[in-house]
């Protein structure tokens, strides 16, 4: 029988995960009588003792984060030989939905980008670097909401103590930043460009570079152009570059910019580049417009035709009516009174006739 850490106030029923540095288990808080998730890291796996201690440090800053998409943290402390950080319960990580579709919806993956990134800024203005942004670090609430989670290794820049030395990096190569890669000191960048492997990741099912080795990994972020998105995913290919610029200074590197992109890209159907539902609305707005004109124009055109067609009917009435004048007249002055009388009549007859047709 595996034998679980003994932390008082937790009652650990099963391990979830385990890291290089930490375990995830599930556990109930006594008190609360609630279901929640402890990492606990072994004091025998780290070189220097010392390096927890600064862990937990910076874990208490950490806990003051207050934003939706950030796990909740509700205890951290040490029992015994193990540190631990009790947090909120979570099932489903980005990496298994990975693995069991392969991909993700273009649509889902922006939006998962959206809100992770809201949850970085946030960080970012609270001196707070992630320093490892990975599918398994981001996870989803019952409702589908993403939460960003393991700060383990995230720097607080306002510390005065570090949790690497210089010259070493710490992270997951194929989501490390080529200033990370390359044992840089860090900003908020480098989680921007950690996040743009991850979308590349959900929109075409890998990671943009492989390797036998982990330098060789580290090799390709640093020198090796961004790869290109194929057919339907074409349309992200700008904001992967953005994300992913090897020059941090030419990266997004604001909240404003970097939602201004993806909200743009919201707008436009993934696959062909059909136009949004606001846009056909506005589109189908000014056909309706420009059927309406086109009817009034018809209209126009159909009342200056009549106008012109009642102007021609009453000019061949006056004309009908002078001739007939005209031919009665001659024929008072040449025939007899009888048949001028008959003559007359006649053209009488033919002039109503002529009026009803008219």
């Known amino acids: 029988m595996t034998k679980f850490p003994e932390i008082p106030g937790y009652k650990i029923k099963k391990k979830l995960g385990q890291g290089g540095m930490a375990s995830v288990f599930e556990c109930i808080q006594v008190k609360l009588n609630r279901k929640i998730a402890i ?58 939905r990975l693995q069991k579709s392969g991909k993700i919806n273009p649509e889902n993956a922006l939006h998962t980008v959206l809100t992770i990134s809201d949850a970085l800024f946030y960080a970012h203005k609270n001196n707070v670097i992630h320093r490892d942004i990975k599918p398994d670090n981001i996870m989803f609430r019952k409702d589908g909401s993403p939460v960003l989670l393991d700060f383990g290794i995230a720097k607080y820049v306002g510390a005065k103590t570090r949790l690497t030395k210089t010259g070493v990096s710490i992270g997951t190569p194929q989501y490390m930043s080529p200033e990370q890669c390359n044992a840089e000191r860090l900003d ?115 009342s200056k035709k009549k106008r012109g067609k009642k102007k021609k009917n009453k000019t061949i009435f006056w004309f009908a009516l002078g001739l007939s004048l005209i031919v009665l007249a001659l024929i008072l002055i040449d025939n007899p009174v009888k048949d001028k009388i008959n003559y007359f009549i006649n053209i009488i007859k033919t002039f109503f006739i002529e009026s009803k047709a008219l």
Do not use: C, W
């Not at 020198?223 to 290919?237: F, T």
């Open 39 to 96: 990492k606990v890291l072994n004091l025998d796996t780290i070189d220097n003792p010392r390096l927890s201690k600064r862990f937990i440090k910076e874990a208490r800053a950490l806990s003051k984060l207050n934003h939706p998409n950030i796990v909740s943290i509700y205890d951290i402390g040490k029992h015994d030989n193990y540190y631990y950080i009790a947090m909120e319960y979570l099932s489903e990580s980005l990496k298994d």
């Open 188 to 302: 908020g960048r480098s989680d921007i460009y950690s996040l743009g492997v991850v979308l590349f990741e959900m929109l075409t099912g890998k990671i943009p570079y492989t390797a036998n080795d982990i330098f060789g990994i580290a090799m390709k972020h640093l020198k090796e152009p961004i790869p290109e998105l194929k057919g339907k995913n074409r349309p992200y290919q700008y904001l992967i570059d953005r994300m992913m610029e090897k020059d941090k200074k030419k990266r997004v590197k604001t909240k404003t910019e970097l939602f201004q992109i993806i909200k743009d890209l919201l707008n436009v159907n993934s696959g062909d580049m059909k136009l949004s539902r606001e846009v056909k609305l506005k589109k189908r707005k000014k056909q309706t417009e420009k059927t309406i004109h086109t009817e009034k124009n018809i209209k126009k055109r159909l």
